[in-house]
């Protein structure tokens, strides 16, 4: 078909040139998601979290020292550290605020999730098997009720594998806080647990059960203004 | 000798002899013919917008899905209640054309939406701002009336640096636990940096949900009854999801 | 079938006779100590089994064999809390910890009605941690009507004034000594003025009635944090 | 007051004809218009996804789609005007893509997209050699 004197064939200096153009912006490319993995991979500043309420109202409650993993960072490796972990099998909250500074680029940025119906003494976050892993918590007098204070039979001293909150089909669930087996562990139970006006740092919450957050709000904004700067949720 | 200078003139020459060879002969060409768009394109452009309306149809009326995935800057996004499986969320800097933000990455690996009302904000030079709502579902007014039209979207990712709403039903909650453990469910790529705050649930029950979001992301489909698109002059507000 | 029929009704009977005696025995019964069965060694053999003061019940505590401080500095003759009755109950006492390792020539004692005016702090010192509970001023650890059992070491003492004895002056007594004292130290009511026990279990209980509603432990004002 | 020299003035009023006037021929050897409204539907789809191009590599479809359909609609606008040849080829696709877009790019871009590319598209497959402009004038 082809006229005769014409010689048609892949014209290389064209296609190099392209092929190079096609090359070059791959090389573009790679950079460009290297340069996106190493913007997620953020700087972790703060490992702790603020946890602010009200009052907690808490039935079967126990305390015990665990070991908790916790990440170490960047390198996406874990340590183990040791929390005071409060657990309860049954509780309402008056007000709820856990908020967490975080350092993004350099930026700091803190997430904060608050709840509640801002009238005192309400209760109105109910729920059901909640664990916290706490590094420091305060109860302070306040016109609802004053710091922390526990009910019915209190031992003090128990390993924290035997100390008991949640039950299945009316027993005892055994080791609730998971803590680890043997001696060393304290641990504190009680009947009941009524704590108020709560600031703390805590590095998680689990909580098990189904529960409501009435008024949930969930905000991200530069800076540092936690729970600790906000007056006491109610 | 290897002559690039002459090389190069002769190239330059040529290049100019060629683009004022084809300019003469677009002159002639423009004077010559009478090009234009040919009455034809009307039935194409009358097919296709017919095309266009028949998916419109099908997926309001819950026979198509389609796909959403946008990290504009300005969402409102509200629902009388959103039922989320396996929710996880994270800290994250979005990136946005100009800069970043901080926001919340929240991720649901099913959502039920009761009623959906997204309004975007776009700057259009010469028109200023226009806002484009777009609803599904039942009317968004803060109650559940119908939950016959429920939207159910995989794998929803929101972008939000605030949410506000009611929880109503939230079980096996985390918040926390180290970013890059979080999982929905079977979905681990969802995840945050190692040591930072992470938050997990497998049911997130919300009502009356109101979202500044900085992006949407479906990574599965969705499904919108009664899919309605209004462009709006101005700001629109939540009433205009109803109005 | 009119056979069959009452057979039925019988048997309905008696299932309604068992619920009702059943729901009797558990709701009439003393609240048993809580504990889940099964978590402490084979056969929960590690137990301890201690006798609360005054017949109050029993406890079958799973031990952690971490001391806990209950410490209160003393400061000149300043008087920083109040007991209504010291006792001791048990000589030597030998627990066993959750690892199935025992402690002998430990102390039983128990207070009555101990309230804390200012200067306690209890700290927990485990491997590796420690956790401080820190009343700015005022806590009861027991109060009004409440036993304050604690298994001690011998070398636990408290300081105490008496108006009937040295003149109101602070006087320290060990624990190990509480036996000779026991005549003295059960006869009148106590002002602290300091106090150091090595504590490997304590129990906070009413002696009667309901075990709820008085709130044993009180700390207004207080940090616990885990070092 | 400064007044240019005439010659200076005749010389841009030269100028700008000359630019209007190789515009014109620009405009009428090419689907200007359709290919106009195509690659502005192109354009709207990739800034209404407002996606960066680290996102759009990383996510997949859902994130590349605005960057595929939309850059797609732009690459067939630019081929309209600069290859007009090919005018009814891409003008259909581009109308194929801008459907396309409804349902794996935001709606279309909220419709916008959508419909702009459909009506560019139609309007460069269309284009083509008309009736002489001259034989319209001569019977009017």
Same mark, same amino acid.
């Given at each position: ?234 | ?243 | ?227 | ?48 996804? /407002?996606?960066?191009?680290? !996102? ?9 789609? @605005?960057? +595929?359909? =939309?850059? %797609? ?32 790019? /935001?709606?279309?871009?909220? !419709? ?9 598209? @139609?309007? +460069?497959? =269309?284009? %083509? ?12």
């Amino acid at each position: 078909m082809a006229a005769s004197g014409v010689v048609y064939g892949t014209r290389w200096g064209r296609t190099n040139a392209l092929v190079l153009i096609a090359l070059l912006v791959i090389a573009g490319i790679v950079v460009a998601v290297k340069q996106q993995v190493i913007a997620a991979n953020l700087v972790f500043q703060s490992s702790t979290s603020q946890l602010a309420t009200s009052a907690i109202d808490g039935s079967d409650v126990g305390f015990g020292v665990v070991r908790m993993t916790r990440s170490t960072g960047s390198g996406g490796g874990t340590d183990v550290k040791n929390v005071l972990r409060g657990g309860f099998a049954n509780g309402k909250l008056d007000g709820l605020c856990v908020s967490q500074v975080q350092s993004i680029l350099g930026v700091n940025m803190t997430l904060k999730i608050t709840a509640g119906d801002g009238v005192l003494g309400t209760y109105e976050i109910q729920g059901s098997n909640a664990l916290f892993d706490i590094v420091s918590i305060r109860g302070t007098n306040g016109s609802n009720g004053s710091g922390i204070n526990m009910d019915g039979r209190a031992q003090f001293g128990l390993a924290a594998s035997d100390v008991t909150t949640t039950k299945t089909n009316g027993v005892f669930d055994i080791n609730p806080l998971e803590a680890d087996q043997g001696t060393g562990w304290f641990g504190i139970d009680a009947d009941k647990g009524n704590l108020y006006n709560i600031r703390g740092t805590i590095y998680d919450g689990v909580i098990g059960g189904p529960f409501s957050l009435p008024n949930l709000s969930i905000t991200v904004t530069p800076g540092t203004s936690g729970c600790d700067a906000s007056p006491l949720p109610k | 000798m290897f002559d690039l200078k002459g090389r190069v003139r002769s190239t330059y020459t040529d290049a100019r002899e060629q683009l004022s060879a084809r300019k003469d002969g677009m002159f002639e060409k423009a004077d010559t013919k009478v090009l234009g768009t040919r009455r034809r394109s009307v039935g194409l452009m009358v097919a296709g917008v017919a095309a266009l309306g028949t998916m419109f149809t099908m997926v309001s009326s819950n026979v198509m899905a389609v796909n959403f995935a946008s990290s504009n800057n300005s969402y409102k996004i509200y629902t009388d209640r959103v039922i989320g499986q396996y929710a996880a969320g994270f800290i994250n800097a979005q990136q946005k054309q100009n800069g970043t933000t901080p926001v919340a990455q929240i991720g649901f690996k099913q959502a039920d939406l009761f009623g959906m009302c997204v309004i975007a904000q776009q700057d259009i030079v010469g028109l200023g701002t226009v806002s484009m709502v777009m609803t599904g579902g039942e009317p968004v007014n803060g109650t559940v009336t119908d939950p016959t039209k429920k939207i159910s979207a995989n794998e929803l990712y929101i972008a939000s640096n605030s949410l506000k709403g009611s929880g109503e039903n939230i079980s096996r909650m985390t918040l926390g636990q180290s970013a890059d453990t979080l999982a929905m469910d079977t979905i681990t790529s969802h995840r945050g940096a190692p040591g930072a705050f992470g938050l997990q649930a497998q049911l997130m029950q919300i009502g009356n949900l109101d979202a500044d979001s900085y992006g949407i992301d479906l990574q599965g489909s969705i499904n919108l009854p009664d899919l309605n698109i209004r462009v709006v002059p101005g700001v629109a507000t939540k009433t205009s999801c109803t109005s | 079938m009119t056979g069959n029929r009452r057979r039925q009704r019988v048997l309905v009977l008696f299932a309604l006779v068992a619920l009702l005696v059943a729901s009797t025995i558990t709701t009439g019964g003393r609240d048993e100590p809580a504990h889940a069965a099964g978590a402490c060694g084979p056969n929960d053999a590690y137990r301890s089994t201690l006798q609360l003061y005054g017949g109050a019940g029993t406890l079958r505590p799973c031990l952690s064999k971490v001391n806990i401080n209950v410490g209160i500095p003393q400061s000149g003759q300043s008087h920083f809390f109040d007991i209504q009755k010291i006792r001791i109950i048990e000589d030597n006492v030998t627990l066993r910890y959750a690892d199935g390792s025992t402690e002998s020539n430990l102390k039983h004692i128990t207070f009555e009605s101990f309230n804390v005016r200012d200067n306690m702090t209890l700290t927990v010192d485990g491997p590796g941690y420690d956790v401080r509970m820190a009343p700015d001023a005022a806590a009861v650890i027991g109060g009004e009507g409440v036993n304050t059992d604690l298994w001690v070491t011998g070398d636990s003492f408290v300081t105490v004034s008496s108006i009937i004895l040295f003149f109101g002056l602070c006087t320290t007594a060990s624990v190990n000594l509480f036996s000779n004292l026991s005549w003295l130290l059960n006869g009148s009511s106590w002002t602290g003025c300091g106090m150091n026990l090595d504590v490997r279990f304590m129990a906070v209980y009413r002696p009667t009635g309901s075990t709820t509603g008085l709130f044993p432990i009180k700390l207004p004002n207080t940090t616990i944090s885990v070092l | 007051m400064t007044t240019l020299p005439l010659s200076q003035r005749a010389a841009d009023v030269a100028a700008l004809l000359a630019a209007l006037r190789w515009f014109r021929a620009f405009r009428r050897t090419r689907p200007f218009w359709g290919g106009l409204w195509l690659g502005l539907g192109g354009i709207w789809l990739l800034t209404f996804a /407002n996606m960066s191009i680290g !996102l759009a590599l990383g996510g997949g479809w859902n994130q590349s789609a @605005a960057y +595929v359909i =939309g850059g %797609g609609m732009l690459m067939f606008a630019l081929t309209a005007w600069f290859a007009p040849f090919y005018s009814a080829l891409v003008g259909f696709t581009g109308v194929l893509l801008a459907l396309a877009a409804f349902v794996s790019v /935001n709606l279309g871009g909220f !419709l916008i997209g959508s419909l702009l590319g459909i009506v560019g598209g @139609a309007m +460069v497959w =269309g284009w %083509g050699e008309k009736k002489p402009r001259k034989q319209k004038a001569e019977a009017a």
